[in-house]
T-cell receptor, first 116, second 118 residues
Framework: AQKVTQAQTEISVVEKEDVTLDCVYE???????LFWYKQPPSGELVFLIR??????QNEISGRYSWNFQKSTSSFNFTITASQVVDSAVYFC?????????????FGPGTRLSVLP | EPEVTQTPSHQVTQMGQEVILRCVPI?????FYWYRQILGQKVEFLVS????????KSEIFDDQFSVERPDGSNFTLKIRSTKLEDSAMYFC????????????????FGPGTRLTVL
């Protein structure tokens, strides 16, 4: 069965600090996709990144970076120099290769509060 | 940039009433989904839809729920007789052709409809 764990329920940081959100996943699929979504206080889900299980290259996009470690089944997300606008709930999600609905599984989310 | 839209943004209904939540997926997408998020909890899969039929559904998606693509653009979720526990944010999502070379498994989400059952 697919499972996504985000052990950090809530994190508070002061603006300009770096923060890392952890994501650990479980799957038996050999091909899968990992995602991060942001849910700001307004409630919508905003796609941030998708990572193919065959591509372990880390990715950087502005202040965001992602560290995919297949050996530890982790896909961690780092925000550098955090800003108040980064305050949101962040969800890690996992999608298997052959089943595009039932096993699109979300983690429980990490609520990030960035204080001015 | 194309986006998924949902209407209404907020629906208030009485217990036992029928509600229809509407979604317009991205126009060239073929796979459609509904998810539910009870306040403060994680996002849960309800149903996926492809080629005018349900391809997968979760245990949450019981006989009270149905989905339909009534025309070429809309995708609806109907709850036949709402219960208090149906109060949640409902998200629609779509993607183009997951699993095919050159396509992506990324599901793009709409802004959600907040359903409140009184």
């Amino acid at each position: 069965a697919q499972k996504v764990t985000q052990a950090q329920t809530e994190i508070s940081v002061v603006e300009k600090e770096d923060v890392t959100l952890d994501c650990v996943y479980e799957t038996r699929d050999t091909t899968y996709y990992l995602f991060w979504y942001k849910q700001p206080p307004s409630g919508e889900l905003v796609f941030l990144i998708r990572r193919n299980s065959f591509d372990e290259q880390n990715e950087i996009s502005g202040r965001y970076s992602w560290n995919f470690q297949k050996s530890t089944s982790s896909f961690n997300f780092t925000i550098t120099a955090s800003q108040v606008v980064d305050s949101a709930v962040y969800f890690c999600a996992l999608s298997g290769r052959d089943n595009y609905g039932q096993n699109f599984v979300f983690g429980p989310g990490t609520r990030l509060s960035v204080l001015p | 940039e194309p986006e998924v839209t949902q209407t209404p943004s907020h629906q208030v209904t009485q217990m036992g009433q029928e509600v229809i939540l509407r979604c317009v997926p991205i126009s060239n997408h073929l796979y459609f989904y509904w998810y539910r998020q009870i306040l403060g909890q994680k996002v849960e899969f309800l149903v996926s839809f492809y080629n005018n039929e349900i391809s997968e559904k979760s245990e949450i998606f019981d006989d009270q729920f149905s989905v339909e693509r009534p025309d070429g653009s809309n995708f609806t979720l109907k709850i036949r007789s709402t219960k208090l526990e149906d109060s949640a944010m409902y998200f629609c999502a779509s993607n183009d052709a997951p699993g095919l070379a050159g396509h992506t498994d990324t599901q793009y989400f709409g802004p959600g409809t907040r359903l409140t059952v009184l």
